[in-house]
């Protein structure tokens, strides 16, 4: 997996493999995804809309042997984004949206980090990044429409 390593210094390109000893999954709290949608129709609808959760992953090392010659980092850090499609309900009336808590995974392992000339040192720690296998869990909120909403939707509309 591509990167950043991390030392007091600042930050450098390098790339990590891990050796997981132990995980488990989580879930992060509720965050909106996508647009609000507002239907000014008297029927319900339906639509599909595609939800994209952008997430951040980290390591922290604490422990193993770093040659010498070489920057020891102390952290690691890289990003991932998943996209899914969902269908929304959106009763008359109402404006609806997606919230999503993401799926989480944490845990401890053994690192390869290798930099750009592809010297490669062993680290112990810990991470937290989106969960590569856990599902995140998309939910669909509505609500009535504000007083703003209401004037747009009972406003000619172009043809």
């Keep these: 997996m591509q990167g950043l390593c991390w030392d007091a210094a ?6 990590l493999t891990a050796d997981v000893r132990s995980r488990f999954t989580c879930y992060s709290p509720k965050q909106p995804a996508g647009e609000r949608f507002v239907n000014c129709t008297r029927n319900t609808v339906q639509r599909e ?3 994209s959760t952008p997430g951040s992953g980290r390591a922290d090392f604490s422990g193993g042997e770093t040659p ?3 920057r020891r980092p102390t952290r690691f850090t890289w990003t991932k984004e998943k996209s ?4 929304e309900i ?13 799926a989480q995974e944490h845990g401890s ?11 490669a040192q062993t680290l112990t720690g810990q991470f937290d990044e989106p969960a ?4 995140d869990r998309p939910y669909q909120r509505s609500g009535p429409m504000t007083q703003t ?3 747009a939707c009972s406003s000619p509309q172009p043809s």
Excluded at 10 to 15: A, D, K, L
Excluded at 84 to 87: A, E, G, L, P
Excluded at 111 to 119: A, E, I, K, Y
Excluded at 132 to 135: A, S, V
């Design 68 to 70: 010498a010659g070489l």
């Design 149 to 151: 909403e209401l004037q």
């Design 49 to 51: 809309t595609e939800i």
């Design 90 to 102: 959106v009763p008359p009336d109402m404006e609806a949206w997606v919230e999503v808590e993401t």
């Design 10 to 15: 600042g930050s450098w390109s390098c790339s």
């Design 84 to 87: 899914r499609s969902v269908t």
């Design 132 to 135: 590569p296998t856990g599902q």
């Design 109 to 119: 392992t053994t690192f390869t980090v290798t930099d750009g000339q592809g010297r």
